[in-house]
């Protein structure tokens, strides 16, 4: 479904870290962080703001 929008799924990620987790949240944050810096600006914005 995200790619009949445009969006890599790539772009999502579902994790689930408990409040008692602190630690695997920070690295969640960081590893998609850095995934997204790879994948680079999403086209999905650029597309959106075209048709406005």
């Known amino acids: 479904m995200l790619e009949d929008f445009g969006l890599e799924p790539q772009r999502f990620r579902l994790e689930w870290v408990s409040s008692a987790e602190g630690g695997k949240?920070?690295?969640v944050v960081?590893?998609?962080t850095e995934e997204?810096?790879?994948l680079g600006p999403s086209s999905y914005k650029v597309q959106a703001g075209a048709g406005a």
Request: hydrophobic share 45%.
């Open 25 to 27: 949240f920070a690295q």
């Open 30 to 32: 960081r590893d998609m």
């Open 36 to 38: 997204l810096r790879q």
